[in-house]
């Protein structure tokens, strides 16, 4: 059975343990289960009390496409409430590989030390690298792949997560040692308080998965590897854009966050589109690639390197997100400006959903003009800098509203809004309200089901994000990405054959949803003890007065309704 | 004059991705759609003129139709 390795960052003890009762758990079922069991709710999520959970997904490892991906969970110093924030990249599947189930990161270091947790076939150790300390996370990477080879497994902070940062990320490398992210929440700072900067993982000359009953694992794990990699998207859309692919489509809907959440849509949505984003990668060359794998063996391999005019990197991956939270949402205009704050932002080791919002809001009330690259740069360099001024945005959207007098803060349970505007997609505006996760699309993003609900009528939002949100919550604890959805969907019955078979559950294809409804449950009683819930189900009173243009949409949605997505 | 822009995994069903189309009476957009061979079951999401419809809306002259697959979001 795989074991579970607990590193008290007080004592610098790490230990192993087999717990039966986790046996058919992974990923965010994982990570919040011990969250629940382990962790006291009312604790300072930056303390000593708190901890930092890893855990890949219950198929991670194994051939099933894109379902490597791993989990991070504990309180969040953001919501203060449960979070769990998954990542891509290759140490989810390398820790499987290392018969480990889950990392428990505990206590907190009371010396100046910076440590790395490396994991090998040996075992599990701490070692002080100082060398390390306020490093940007690519240094860091390319260090530490200097010192234990090409093809380790890292996971760390930047300077942010070391500095505590709220808005703080954890970087995960990917097979060609670009950089994934488990963003939201601030469990980089979460880490950085413990005193730990990375985990090294290396799989090299580590056993083989265990399966309940092989043949039939690799007969469904072949089957939906090929309608994933048929299907249609994954060629055209998928490996051409990513998931920028969406930026015209919610610019049409008038759901694009622009200069702060102040405009639905924009005129130059087209210069920062999937399709724009394409045609620069292709037609400048150069070191630019799309359609690269951020887990090994991924169909989907939506990644990609975008280059300057002259073919040099600037970044990896430039996703959705970050091109709506740093793109439109600052009024900046074309694609070379976002790439490179997004390389600077994720250097810092920052969530770049959270920065985008917090500099809006700066941006918004002075401190800078929107559609400037310059002024967004010097208030990134506030943040290296270590400024009050940085300290205060890196701090994320809320905070920097509240030190500003913002009364136009887009922000759910202490968290910053995702790229879909609540009065332009209700449901994703239900989510942020309702969800265990706050303002998180990856908690439930309905922005899947525009055919049927109409993305600003007042009636099925709740339900659809309900639905959308259990969901989600399993693909999350089984490892599997978003762009896997698909055939899991259209066919559950591949996700309870591939979990039956390789770990001897008997799950049915109804039954498989309860990894996302009891997880959950779980984060909701741990949010009520901590105090989040239900007071904190709601988004900011302007979202209800101030109509968003073009579409002459407020968010209206009725008590009644919001409370359909409750999961209890 | 309709316009209607068709996006992404759609267009391999239509050579073009902007349509014009001249129609004298309101006519349902999937009734268009089938005409040009665009299954309407992969169709994710319709705005016309800046604003969401359902699939069966009613295409009227003058009107500015966007047709959107299925997308998963960010």
């Known amino acids: ?568 | 004059m309709v316009n209607i822009r068709v996006h992404l995994t759609l267009t391999r069903f239509y050579s073009k991705n902007v349509i014009a189309l001249d129609i004298e009476h309101p006519v349902l957009l999937v009734d268009i759609l089938n005409q040009l061979g665009i299954p309407s079951d992969e169709v994710g999401m319709v705005v016309k003129n800046g604003k969401w419809e359902p699939v069966e809306c009613e295409v009227s002259d003058n009107d500015s139709i966007e047709v959107f697959p299925i997308l998963s979001g960010g």
């Open chain 1, 1 to 568: 059975m795989l074991k579970i390795i607990r590193v008290d960052m007080t004592s610098r003890e790490v230990r192993s343990e087999v717990k039966k009762e986790y046996e058919f758990l992974g990923g965010r079922a994982l990570t919040s289960r011990i969250t629940y069991d382990e962790i006291e709710p009312t604790c300072e999520p930056l303390g000593k009390k708190n901890k930092l959970i890893i855990a890949p997904g219950v198929l991670g490892g194994t051939i099933a496409s894109s379902a490597g991906r791993i989990s991070i969970g504990g309180k969040s110093p953001l919501t203060n409430g449960i979070k769990e924030a998954n990542s891509g990249g290759i140490s989810g599947a390398k820790l499987v590989k290392c018969g480990i189930k889950a990392i428990i990161i505990e206590g907190k270091s009371d010396d100046d030390n910076c440590y790395i947790l490396k994991i090998n076939k040996d075992g599990t150790n701490l070692i002080a690298r100082n060398e390390l300390k306020y490093a940007g996370t690519y240094d860091c990477v390319s260090k530490l792949h200097d010192a234990y080879g090409p093809k380790v497994g890292v996971l760390c902070i930047g300077p942010a997560g070391e500095r505590e940062l709220r808005a703080a990320a954890i970087a995960s490398n990917d097979p060609y040692g670009e950089l994934r992210f488990a963003a939201r929440g601030g469990l980089g700072a979460v880490m950085g308080g413990k005193g730990l900067k990375a985990i090294v993982v290396d799989d090299e000359g580590t056993g083989l998965i265990e399966y309940k009953d092989k043949d039939e694992f690799m007969r469904i794990a072949r089957e939906y590897n090929t309608k994933l990699a048929t299907d249609p998207k994954t060629k055209n859309v998928n490996q051409k854009m990513g998931t920028s692919a969406i930026v015209k489509a919610v610019n049409a809907m008038g759901a694009l966050p622009v200069k702060n959440f102040r405009y639905g849509s924009c005129k130059y949505a087209d210069e920062l589109s999937g399709e724009k984003l394409y045609e620069t990668i292709t037609s400048r060359g150069g070191k630019g690639k799309t359609g690269l794998p951020c887990m090994s063996g991924c169909v989907i391999q939506c990644s990609s390197v975008y280059p300057d005019a002259n073919g040099e990197k600037i970044v990896s991956t430039m996703q959705y997100e970050t091109v709506a939270l740093v793109g439109s949402n600052l009024g900046l205009e074309n694609l070379d400006s976002v790439a490179r704050l997004n390389k600077e932002i994720n250097d810092l080791g920052l969530d770049s959903i959270e920065i985008g919002c917090a500099l809006g809001v700066a941006l918004d009330e002075g401190l800078g003009n929107f559609g400037s690259e310059a002024d967004c740069m010097a208030l990134l360099k506030e943040i290296w800098k270590n400024t009050v001024l940085g300290r205060v945005i890196g701090n994320g959207a809320l905070m920097t509203g509240k030190v500003l007098g913002s009364h136009r803060i887009p922000a759910a349970k202490g968290q910053g809004f995702p790229g879909y505007d609540p009065r332009g997609l209700k449901g994703n505006g239900v989510t942020y309200a309702m969800s265990t996760m706050g303002a998180d699309h990856t908690a439930g993003n309905c922005f899947g089901d525009r055919a049927r609900v109409n993305p600003i009528g007042k009636e099925g939002q709740g339900e659809l994000s309900r639905g959308i949100q259990i969901k989600i919550a399993t693909l999350d604890s089984l490892g599997f990405c978003i762009f896997s959805r698909p055939p899991l969907f259209a066919d559950p019955s591949s996700l309870s054959g591939m979990v039956n078979s390789l770990t001897g559950s008997d799950f049915t294809p109804d039954t498989i949803w309860n990894y996302g409804m009891d997880a959950i449950k779980l984060e909701r009683e741990f949010n009520v003890k901590a105090g989040v819930s239900p007071a904190d189900d709601k988004l900011p009173e302007y979202l209800y007065d101030e109509v968003l243009e073009p579409i002459n949409s407020t968010f209206d949605l009725s008590e009644e309704e919001m409370k359909k997505a409750v999961i209890q």
